[in-house]
């Protein structure tokens, strides 16, 4: 079956840094993307990973391992803006995307 | 520019009333998707059209669920005889390309309600 297991609820402290994970188990597989949604807000792109490595964007970095069907999304100098929702979803076939259920990041001063 | 818009932004509808939901994608964009979002949970396809075609309705929960895009730009999602297992939040989303392995640009989303 269709499977995408990320962590509920994580919590870090400002100007730290976190790793929010990603396990999937599809059929198929083209690609993963992290998205940001802040509460009540639609879901912002952040990243898209197709091959194996690690992608840096500014303070948001996004790793893929396609051999362990895993990925994680690391966030640099957290900010207070950066509590949100983190949905990580999978590229199952041409025109569907498989979401997880998201993580909830919340950050402390 | 102009991003994606949706309308109505909320939705209250008593149970087996019909609703229309409207989606404004990005001009020019080429792949048009519906989502529903239940409340602490990640959207779940519902359909994807590419222009006016619809190539795949395979998320639409029942055959009360209705989508079209006539003329490749504007969407709408008709719901029919709604239950209140259809309260969620339905996103709209668009591409510039064909296909999913782009990004996604959403809509704010239309919260509905079914009592």
């Known amino acids: 079956g269709q499977n995408i297991d990320q962590p509920t609820e994580m919590t870090a402290t400002e100007g730290a840094i976190v790793q929010i994970n990603c396990t999937y188990q599809?059929?198929?597989?083209?690609?993963l993307f992290w998205y940001q949604q802040h509460a009540g807000e639609a879901p912002t792109f952040l990243s898209y990973n197709v091959l194996d490595g690690l992608e840096e964007k500014g303070r948001f970095s996004s790793f893929l391992s396609r051999s362990k069907g895993y990925s994680y999304l690391l966030l640099k100098e957290l900010q207070m803006k950066d509590s949100a929702s983190y949905l990580c979803a999978v590229t199952d076939s041409n025109y569907q995307l498989i979401w997880g259920a998201g993580t909830k990041l919340i950050i402390k001063p | 520019g102009a991003g994606v818009s949706q309308s109505p932004r909320y939705k209250v509808a008593k149970r087996g009333q019909d609703v229309a939901l409207r989606c404004d994608p990005i001009?020019?964009?080429?792949?048009l998707f519906w989502y529903q979002q239940a409340l602490g949970q990640g959207p779940e396809f519902l359909t994807y059209?590419?222009?006016?075609?619809?190539?795949?309705k395979s998320g639409l929960p029942s055959d009360r669920f209705f989508a079209e895009r006539p003329e490749g730009s504007v969407s709408t999602l008709k719901i029919q005889r709604t239950q209140q297992e259809d309260s969620a939040v339905y996103l709209c989303?668009?591409?510039?390309?064909?296909?999913?392995?782009?990004?996604?640009?959403f809509g704010p989303g239309t919260r509905l309600t079914v009592l």
């Open positions: 001009s020019g964009h080429v792949s």
């Open positions: 599809t059929s198929g597989f083209n690609g």
């Open positions: 989303a668009s591409s510039p390309t064909a296909g999913v392995h782009n990004e996604q640009f």
């Open positions: 059209f590419q222009n006016e075609a619809q190539l795949d």
